[in-house]
Nanobody, 124 residues
Framework: QVQLVESGGGLVQAGGSLRLSCAAS????????MGWFRQAPGKEREFVAA????????RYADSVKDRFSISRDNAKNTVYLQMNSLKPEDTAVYYC?????????????????WGQGTQVTVSS
């Protein structure tokens, strides 16, 4: 059974940085896409970034491009989201997700596995 466990959230001032981690277990993830979504209070869950486990091809939402970077460590079975130049509007619960697909979806309904989420709060 796939298990995704996020960590690294917290409170940071605007302009600061955080690195989120997602420890993945339960199977080999070759052929999988690993993604990050976020959900702010009263808003729908939105796509942030995705990476193909094999090959490392990445995809980003326009709102985070040039500020966030997604990466993975195959040896540790861990996916990271480096978040720089954080803004108050980045405040949300961030979720790690996974699906076995040949493309990288940006729609939450296309992902099969989800972590419990980690809170990121950016103060102004």
């Amino acid at each position: 059974q796939v298990q995704l466990v996020e960590s690294g959230g917290g409170l940071v001032q605007a302009g600061g940085s955080l690195r989120l981690s997602c420890a993945a277990s339960g199977r080999t993830f070759s052929g999988y896409v690993m993604g990050w979504f976020r959900q702010a209070p009263g808003k729908e869950r939105e796509f942030v970034a995705a990476i193909r486990w094999s090959g490392g091809t990445t995809r980003y939402a326009d709102s985070v491009k040039d500020r966030f970077s997604i990466s993975r460590d195959n040896a540790k079975n861990t996916v990271y989201l480096q978040m720089n130049s954080l803004k108050p509007e980045d405040t949300a619960v961030y979720y790690c997700t996974a699906v076995r697909k040949v493309y990288s979806p940006s729609t939450s309904s296309e992902y099969d596995y989800w972590g419990q989420g980690t809170q990121v709060t950016v103060s102004s």
